[in-house]
T-cell receptor
Framework: DGGITQSPKYLFRKEGQNVTLSCEQN?????MYWYRQDPGQGLRLIYY???????QKGDIAEGYSVSREKKESFPLTVTSAQKNPTAFYLC???????????????FGDGTRLSIL | EDQVTQSPEALRLQEGESSSLNCSYT??????LFWYRQDPGKGPEFLFT???AGEEKEKERLKATLTKKESFLHITAPKPEDSATYLC??????????????FGKGTKLSVIP
């Protein structure tokens, strides 16, 4: 079955360490997104990519970086510059194009990142 | 600034007790309103998309409606398995030819047997 796979499910970061969260999709979707979810807050957009080798900052990009070398993959790196990284991170993808302009985003099951 | 407000924050219902969840929005250039269901420790699961005032969508015990300023998610005769957090999101133009979702904080629904 097609879907979005996020790994690992749980991740722990030490002070000063960069960590990378994986997101892979086999839905043949062009657009991919990273969100951060904190208790009592709505999902907030970190980065998004509409095509391979191109990505844009979202509302809270500081302290994060991404790459989009393949259509299927959109990894997120949480750098040591992100001082409050503890959160639930969600990856999403969506079909794009004029015919699909009303398609929803579909989500993976998230990675929970904690500070050691 | 685009805003999406969901109410109530939490709702506790007896099994079979129907109710509604509200999502009000203040956005410019709405290009769709989306409802998702999220179970603990999981990603949001898509439920409905609504585009124009007066539109309604149904799925099992759930019915979503849309006006020019708000959307309702009606739950008829809920069962314990309907317990989850329900998220509302609006899709708006964000510049440079792209559209983004703005999410509300969600309503946590608990259905008691």
């Amino acid at each position: 079955d097609g879907g979005i796979t996020q790994s690992p499910k749980y991740l722990f970061r030490k002070e000063g360490q960069n960590v990378t969260l994986s997101c892979e999709q086999n839905l043949n979707h062009d657009a991919m997104y990273w969100y951060r979810q904190d208790p009592g807050q709505g999902l907030r957009l970190i980065y998004y990519s509409q095509i391979v080798n191109d990505f844009q900052k979202g509302d809270i990009a500081e302290g994060y970086s991404v790459s989009r070398e393949k259509k299927e993959s959109f990894p997120l790196t949480v750098t040591s510059a992100q001082k409050n990284p503890t959160a639930f991170y969600l990856c999403a993808s969506r079909r794009t194009g004029a015919v699909y302009s009303n398609q929803p985003q579909h989500f993976g099951d998230g990675t929970r990142l904690s500070i050691l | 600034e685009d805003q999406v407000t969901q109410s109530p924050e939490a709702l506790r219902l007896q099994e079979g007790e129907s109710s509604s969840l509200n999502c009000s929005y203040t956005v410019s250039g709405l290009r769709g309103l989306f409802w998702y269901r999220q179970d603990p420790g999981k990603g949001p699961e898509f439920l409905f998309t609504l585009y124009s005032a007066g539109e309604e969508k149904e799925k099992e015990r759930l019915k979503a409606t849309l006006t020019k300023k708000e959307s309702f998610l009606h739950i008829t005769a809920p069962k314990p398995e309907d317990s989850a957090t329900y998220l509302c999101a609006v899709r708006c133009y964000s510049g440079a030819g792209s559209y983004q979702l703005t999410f509300g904080k969600g309503t946590k629904l608990s259905v008691i047997p």
